[in-house]
């Protein structure tokens, strides 16, 4: 499995990005996908998840209020857009997916596909 994320680049303060993820495989194979960050000095931290059925979304007090995670299941693609973006939020963000569905869905530990992952950094 490749996951391929894309969408990150430099922006102000208060403003959005939207981050895109493609898996190799579709998304009939996988039970969650999610999106985690690790900004410079720091360990990797859970930002969104979901699930490839229904309506369920997960999100870090950090974030909830401004992201937003979606899919398209037809293009085996998972999104996170970014609003009111804050220079706390400059970060590698991964995208991950996962095929198990035991483990809680804000662990790192739970996802056994990444991506690459894609630089967003926000200015003040």
């Known amino acids: 499995v490749q996951l391929q994320a894309s969408g990150g680049g430099l922006v102000q303060a208060g403003g959005s990005l939207r981050l895109s993820c493609v898996a190799s495989?579709?998304?009939?194979?996988?039970?969650?996908m999610a999106w985690f960050r690790q900004a410079p000095g720091k360990e990797r931290e859970f930002v969104s998840a979901t699930r490839r059925a229904g309506t369920t979304a997960y999100y870090a007090d950090s974030v909830k209020g401004r992201f937003t995670i979606s899919r398209d299941n037809a293009k085996n693609t998972v999104y996170l857009q970014m609003n009111s973006l804050k220079p706390d939020d400059t970060a590698v963000y991964y995208c991950a997916f996962r095929k198990d569905y035991s483990g809680s869905a804000y662990e790192l530990r739970s996802y056994e596909y990444w991506g690459q992952g894609t630089l967003v950094t926000v200015s003040s």
């Open positions: 495989e579709r998304f009939d194979a996988f039970y969650g």
